[in-house]
């Protein structure tokens, strides 16, 4: 078997394999490390001969342009014409310079030169989880790179990280930086990593959108100069999410080709930055977003960055989702305690609203237990003085007069019921009408004699304090201690302004410091807790907050035709069993929208299934359907959770999303098709199926366990579904279906 990682000396060249890729970067005689090639490699072809690949051309061909140099990690020193990966500002030192050149401190320019290098298998990036709960993959060690480099003239320190998950192609990157020196550094840029794509013309697809429509596919061409990805915020956010696929224009396809892909596991402000040089190349530094940004590093202090993930497929973006989702669920999401399968939750939010009384909250229990759900969850207004928007937030103590009995009465009756309790929770909130506020004015983020500006009648903490964050769960650790509560949905539902801190500009990390901190420290205690994460919907999504939570409240909107186009650029990056989805009323409470119950349980299903209608308005037969329903969704859950994704049709381009979720051994499917609009006298083409047992017979049946045809493996991935047996419920132009396929001999 091929070495993992390999190292010339004679060449000085260093080889990262993956099982179907290859990364290679070079030492230069006067130390510069230097990227060398990266892309997909067939692991049946001979061992590629990397020593004779030349660096790209166009390196000091010309005094206006002698900056294209592939620098493994580009530093502001190296570079200062063209964009940088790391920036740092060494202040003035006596003795170095003559007098008549203190006026040019600080020192802004650092270079780094290779020193030496290791392997390792427990190297771990910044911000990566205290909570010490194990991921499925635990046992497996995982080769680290580790390559240290040293500035020509100071002592500092910058090291490399590169850990390599093999069997799905994946690279993490990040960075340590130890300030050796005997005066204070700022870093004023730093990204985690730089990759760099081979010579050619390519298209970048990311998702964009806003608070009730994120995650939705935009492809565009990158062209010469800064395509700029970013969100300068406390989460990850609502319009943007830090995750890409590139590919080479006119070489790929959603099943074909090669595809570049990456993820930043960070829940702060960030940026990824691609940058097509003059001269061709694309390199990509993905990190801290650089506006407001400052990191100070104290002499002997270090600074360890959170991870870029990246990687590349070469059968499309189909086999770079595939790899992501896999990637998440072996070595990023935490095992739950309670079992390996998401349960069926119910959210009382959409119910009641602020009218919550102890009486609704007990019926609307135990009619969610009567129709299969396993986890039931009391929403906002819980707590103190919580009878709107208005007032509470930083009060996390229930309020007596709608539990006169505090919260154990309920949750003694819904575990009697036989489901967990979870409540909603935004402790990094806090009203101006609130306890906490009156007694602690300055505890917010804020700039003396400036406006405080309020969203949503709520202001953010300063998790700058190091009281603040201690105070917080204080208040949480206390809910835990004296109620069985085994769920929390975690919000948070504002964009920071005036973000005055006694942090100073390093506030935009710490604050999601102080988040992850919280969260390990109460997983840790509770080991039966379970997180969602939430910001106002899909506002924090990324791979750093997912190594903490079991799940992500993917949007705000529950209107089902909506989340179908969330879904689709949703699972681009991220697997569809953290996603999960409400079947709420039939007419959305957001859109206005009429929607059949059918529409909206079958886009529910395709992730993790919540319900947040008032089951109290509903009749005994509607009842009755919900209970069938999510019989049927708990039957084909460990498909939706475990198996591969194929996007066979997207709602963008032909107004239907058509999914199929495969085992691997190809013995169960779900197909999952919704189409969105279609005009008179269209009809839903049949879709090819894919990564089922050619020679097998497969029996489809749908929710109300009848079986509508068997088909062979050969004629479902050769002509699909055939069109007059999919017995598509038809109701306004909106047209549905799930089946099961499951193979019978």
């Given at each position: 078997?091929?070495?993992?990682?390999?190292?010339?000396?004679?060449?000085?060249?260093?080889?990262?394999?993956?099982?179907?890729?290859?990364?290679?970067?070079?030492?230069?005689?006067?130390?510069?490390?230097?990227?060398?090639?990266?892309?997909?490699?067939?692991?049946?072809?001979?061992?590629?001969?990397?020593?004779?690949?030349?660096?790209?051309?166009?390196?000091?061909?010309?005094?206006?342009?002698?900056?294209?140099?592939?620098?493994?990690?580009?530093?502001?020193?190296?570079?200062?014409?063209?964009?940088?990966?790391?920036?740092?500002?060494?202040?003035?030192?006596?003795?170095?310079?003559?007098?008549?050149?203190?006026?040019?401190?600080?020192?802004?320019?650092?270079?780094?030169?290779?020193?030496?290098?290791?392997?390792?298998?427990?190297?771990?990036?910044?911000?990566?989880?205290?909570?010490?709960?194990?991921?499925?993959?635990?046992?497996?060690?995982?080769?680290?790179?580790?390559?240290?480099?040293?500035?020509?003239?100071?002592?500092?320190?910058?090291?490399?990280?590169?850990?390599?998950?093999?069997?799905?192609?994946?690279?993490?990157?990040?960075?340590?930086?130890?300030?050796?020196?005997?005066?204070?550094?700022?870093?004023?840029?730093?990204?985690?990593?730089?990759?760099?794509?081979?010579?050619?013309?390519?298209?970048?697809?990311?998702?964009?959108?806003?608070?009730?429509?994120?995650?939705?596919?935009?492809?565009?061409?990158?062209?010469?100069?800064?395509?700029?990805?970013?969100?300068?915020?406390?989460?990850?956010?609502?319009?943007?999410?830090?995750?890409?696929?590139?590919?080479?224009?006119?070489?790929?396809?959603?099943?074909?080709?090669?595809?570049?892909?990456?993820?930043?596991?960070?829940?702060?402000?960030?940026?990824?930055?691609?940058?097509?040089?003059?001269?061709?190349?694309?390199?990509?530094?993905?990190?801290?977003?650089?506006?407001?940004?400052?990191?100070?590093?104290?002499?002997?202090?270090?600074?360890?960055?959170?991870?870029?993930?990246?990687?590349?497929?070469?059968?499309?973006?189909?086999?770079?989702?595939?790899?992501?989702?896999?990637?998440?669920?072996?070595?990023?999401?935490?095992?739950?305690?309670?079992?390996?399968?998401?349960?069926?939750?119910?959210?009382?939010?959409?119910?009641?609203?602020?009218?919550?009384?102890?009486?609704?909250?007990?019926?609307?229990?135990?009619?969610?237990?009567?129709?299969?759900?396993?986890?039931?969850?009391?929403?906002?207004?819980?707590?103190?003085?919580?009878?709107?928007?208005?007032?509470?937030?930083?009060?996390?103590?229930?309020?007596?007069?709608?539990?006169?009995?505090?919260?154990?009465?309920?949750?003694?009756?819904?575990?009697?019921?036989?489901?967990?309790?979870?409540?909603w929770v935004e402790p990094e909130m806090v009203n101006?009408?609130?306890?906490?506020?009156?007694?602690?004015?300055?505890?917010?983020?804020?700039?003396?004699?400036?406006?405080?500006?309020?969203?949503?009648?709520?202001?953010?903490?300063?998790?700058?304090?190091?009281?603040?964050?201690?105070?917080?769960?204080?208040?949480?650790?206390?809910?835990?201690?004296?109620?069985?509560?085994?769920?929390?949905?975690?919000?948070?539902?504002?964009?920071?302004?005036?973000?005055?801190?006694?942090?100073?500009?390093?506030?935009?990390?710490?604050?999601?410091?102080?988040?992850?901190?919280?969260?390990?420290?109460?997983?840790?205690?509770?080991?039966?807790?379970?997180?969602?994460?939430?910001?106002?919907?899909?506002?924090?999504?990324?791979?750093?907050?997912?190594?903490?939570?079991?799940?992500?409240?993917?949007?705000?909107?529950?209107?089902?035709?909506?989340?179908?186009?969330?879904?689709?650029?949703?699972?681009?990056?991220?697997?569809?069993?953290?996603?999960?989805?409400?079947?709420?009323?039939?007419?959305?409470?957001?859109?206005?929208?009429?929607?059949?119950?059918e529409v909206r349980f079958d886009t529910a299903m395709?992730?993790?299934?919540?319900?947040?209608?008032?089951?109290?308005?509903?009749?005994?037969?509607?009842?009755?359907?919900?209970?069938?329903?999510?019989?049927?969704?708990?039957?084909?859950?460990?498909?939706?959770?475990?198996?591969?994704?194929?996007?066979?049709?997207?709602?963008?381009?032909?107004?239907?999303?058509?999914?199929?979720?495969?085992?691997?051994?190809?013995?169960?499917s779900v197909y999952s098709l919704v189409v969105v609009?279609?005009?008179?006298?269209?009809?839903?083409?049949?879709?090819?199926?894919?990564?089922?047992?050619?020679?097998?017979?497969?029996?489809?049946?749908?929710?109300?366990?009848?079986?509508?045809?068997?088909?062979?493996?050969?004629?479902?991935?050769?002509?699909?579904?055939?069109?007059?047996?999919?017995?598509?419920?038809?109701?306004?132009?909106?047209?549905?279906?799930?089946?099961?396929?499951?193979?019978?001999?």
């Open positions: 078997m091929t070495e993992a990682i390999t190292f010339d000396p004679q060449q000085k060249l260093f080889v990262l394999r993956t099982h179907r890729s290859f990364y290679a970067m070079r030492i230069l005689p006067d130390g510069q490390l230097v990227h060398v090639k990266y892309a997909p490699a067939d692991p049946a072809v001979q061992p590629l001969r990397l020593s004779l690949l030349d660096e790209y051309p166009g390196s000091d061909w010309a005094s206006w342009e002698n900056q294209t140099r592939l620098w493994e990690f580009p530093a502001f020193g190296d570079i200062s014409y063209h964009d940088a990966a790391l920036k740092a500002a060494f202040p003035a030192a006596s003795g170095l310079l003559a007098a008549q050149d203190a006026a040019i401190y600080p020192i802004r320019d650092l270079r780094p030169r290779y020193r030496r290098h290791e392997i390792r298998t427990d190297a771990i990036p910044g911000h990566s989880p205290a909570h010490g709960r194990s991921v499925r993959k635990q046992a497996t060690a995982r080769q680290t790179l580790i390559m240290e480099m040293q500035d020509i003239g100071f002592d500092f320190i910058v090291r490399l990280f590169y850990r390599l998950t093999p069997e799905w192609d994946i690279i993490e990157r990040w960075a340590e930086l130890e300030n050796r020196t005997t005066m204070p550094v700022t870093m004023e840029s730093l990204a985690f990593a730089t990759i760099h794509l081979p010579l050619g013309e390519y298209d970048l697809t990311r998702t964009a959108g806003a608070w009730a429509r994120e995650f939705i596919p935009v492809t565009q061409s990158l062209q010469q100069g800064l395509t700029v990805l970013k969100q300068q915020g406390l989460n990850t956010g609502h319009s943007i999410n830090p995750a890409f696929l590139v590919q080479p224009r006119g070489q790929a396809t959603p099943e074909s080709g090669p595809t570049y892909f990456g993820a930043l596991a960070y829940s702060g402000n960030w940026s990824i930055r691609f940058e097509s040089l003059p001269t061709d190349p694309i390199r990509i530094h993905g990190g801290y977003e650089t506006d407001d940004f400052a990191l100070h590093l104290a002499p002997g202090e270090r600074h360890t960055t959170p991870a870029f993930v990246f990687g590349v497929a070469d059968d499309g973006f189909d086999g770079a989702s595939h790899r992501l989702h896999n990637f998440a669920r072996d070595y990023v999401l935490p095992v739950s305690v309670h079992g390996a399968s998401r349960p069926v939750l119910y959210n009382s939010w959409e119910a009641v609203y602020f009218d919550m009384t102890v009486e609704s909250q007990v019926r609307l229990a135990r009619l969610a237990a009567a129709i299969g759900v396993e986890l039931f969850c009391v929403d906002d207004g819980w707590f103190k003085g919580r009878r709107s928007d208005h007032a509470g937030l930083g009060d996390w103590v229930v309020d007596r007069t709608i539990f006169p009995d505090g919260l154990n009465p309920l949750i003694e009756e819904v575990k009697k019921l036989g489901m967990r309790f979870g409540l101006p009408n609130s306890d906490l506020y009156r007694v602690h004015p300055d505890w917010v983020l804020h700039f003396p004699t400036r406006p405080r500006t309020e969203l949503r009648q709520q202001l953010i903490l300063d998790f700058g304090r190091p009281e603040v964050v201690r105070h917080v769960h204080t208040m949480l650790d206390a809910l835990l201690e004296q109620y069985d509560i085994t769920f929390f949905k975690w919000d948070m539902n504002r964009h920071a302004t005036e973000p005055g801190s006694v942090a100073g500009q390093e506030i935009w990390f710490r604050h999601v410091a102080g988040v992850y901190s919280i969260m390990d420290q109460l997983r840790q205690k509770y080991p039966r807790l379970e997180i969602q994460s939430c910001s106002g919907g899909g506002g924090r999504v990324d791979l750093g907050i997912l190594a903490r939570v079991e799940q992500v409240w993917t949007s705000d909107n529950t209107d089902a035709l909506d989340r179908v186009y969330i879904q689709d650029g949703f699972s681009l990056f991220y697997p569809p069993g953290v996603m999960e989805s409400w079947v709420t009323h039939e007419h959305n409470h957001q859109t206005g929208r009429v929607l059949p119950l395709r992730g993790v299934l919540g319900i947040g209608t008032n089951l109290d308005r509903l009749s005994a037969e509607e009842l009755d359907t919900y209970r069938r329903n999510i019989a049927f969704y708990r039957k084909i859950r460990p498909i939706i959770e475990q198996g591969r994704l194929h996007r066979l049709a997207w709602v963008q381009d032909h107004g239907a999303s058509a999914w199929q979720m495969v085992l691997p051994d190809g013995s169960q609009h279609s005009l008179l006298g269209h009809q839903v083409p049949c879709h090819p199926l894919r990564g089922l047992v050619p020679e097998a017979t497969y029996r489809i049946t749908d929710a109300s366990e009848r079986e509508l045809l068997r088909l062979s493996g050969a004629q479902l991935m050769t002509l699909g579904l055939p069109g007059n047996h999919q017995h598509i419920y038809v109701k306004a132009g909106i047209r549905s279906r799930t089946v099961l396929l499951s193979r019978i001999d």
